[in-house]
Nanobody, 125 residues
Framework: QLQLVESGGGLVQPGGSLRLSCTASGFTLNYYTIGWFRQAPGKEREGVSCIRRSSGSSTNYADSVKGRFTINRDNAKNTVYLQMSSLKPEDTAVYYC?????????????????WGQGTQVTVSS
């Protein structure tokens, strides 16, 4: 079972920024397609962004975050980041990263077999 750890969440005012990290131990993240998902209370887990395995440029974004969020890899640190800017209250959720061996991205949580424990992001004034 792959072990993923998310970090970087917190409380931020509307319009602020946060950078989330997804790290792994014991395996190389670059060999996996990584997706960021979020789940707000009472709602289903939804896809936010995804980066293909062995790629730094093949990325997907949900329409709700395009132009505000950026996903990227740092292979030297075995980490995938989600840079979030211009945050809105509706971005408030627990954010999770998931890994899948398939090459293509997916916005479906069931397509990802390994998950971290999540990190809370709260956007509020």
């Amino acid at each position: 079972q792959l072990q993923l750890v998310e970090s970087g969440g917190g409380l931020v005012q509307p319009g602020g920024s946060l950078r989330l990290s997804c790290t792994a131990s014991g395996f190389t993240l670059n060999y996996y397609t990584i997706g960021w998902f979020r789940q707000a209370p009472g709602k289903e887990r939804e896809g936010v962004s995804c980066i293909r395995r062995s790629s730094g440029s093949s990325t997907n974004y949900a329409d709700s975050v395009k132009g505000r969020f950026t996903i990227n890899r740092d292979n030297a640190k075995n980490t995938v980041y989600l840079q979030m800017s211009s945050l809105k209250p509706e971005d408030t959720a627990v954010y999770y990263c998931g890994a899948r061996t398939g090459y293509y991205c997916s916005d479906g949580p069931l397509d990802f077999g390994s998950w971290g424990q999540g990190t809370q992001v709260t956007v509020s004034s």
